[in-house]
Each structure stands twice: as C-alpha cells, then as structure tokens.
C-alpha cells in the first residue's frame, strides 16, 4: 500500500485548505483511515479518523475546523482545514491499516502565519 499525500503550503490564519492523500489501490476495504500530524520539537498525533462506514472522530483542538472523508471511486483520503491557526502548522501525514499493519503517506507541510 501507497500513500501520496499533497495540499500542504503557507497560509494565513484563519484560512483555509485541503489535503489530499492518493492511495495505490482501493480504499473500499480499508477499515480505518487517519491523518496524523508532527509539529515542531513535538511528537506524532492523530488528528483526524474516518472508518470504512463512514464515522469520524477527532482530536479536540480540531473540531469544527477540520472535517475527514474518504472518496471510495478516487481512492483518496481527504482533510478540510478551515480557520487555521498558527498552532495548527506541522507536518501532516495520511495513514491506514491494512490487515493489522499500518502505513504512511511521506508528508505534507502545513504553515500557517500569524
């Protein structure tokens, strides 16, 4: 399994963007899918889960600003940032588990200015 992730830039607080995250095969099967994100000094954490059903969950400092969904006929894995903040600004990874294994995408960079 591939992951390509892609979206991250500059942006200024309070806007807005979109990652994408490409998969080499299809999403159907997969039963959990995620974003992760690393900032600066700090370690990985999941930010964003969306399961093969369709339900989400989120880490706190991100509900109502972030939204996870999944286009089965794409393939792809996406996450909808909206009213960023500076503290928001880290490297973003997608992530899944297949048959109890899990793989990552290499990263995107989201900053985000004051």
């Known amino acids: 399994v591939q992951l390509q992730a892609s979206g991250g830039g500059l942006v200024q607080a309070g806007g807005s963007l979109t990652l994408s995250c490409a998969l080499s095969?299809?999403?159907?099967?997969?039963?959990?899918m995620s974003w992760y994100r690393q900032g600066p000094g700090k370690q990985r954490d999941v930010v964003a889960t969306?399961?093969?059903?369709?339900?989400?969950d989120y880490t706190e400092s991100v509900k109502g600003r972030f939204t996870i969904s999944r286009d089965n006929a794409k393939n792809t894995l996406y996450l909808r940032m909206n009213s960023l903040k500076p503290e928001d600004t880290a490297v973003y990874y997608c992530?899944?588990?297949?048959?109890?294994?899990?793989?990552w995408g290499q990263g995107t960079l989201v900053t985000v200015s004051s």
């Open positions: 969306i399961t093969r059903a369709g339900a989400t």
């Open positions: 992530s899944c588990f297949v048959s109890l294994s899990q793989y």
């Open positions: 095969g299809s999403i159907r099967s997969i039963d959990v």
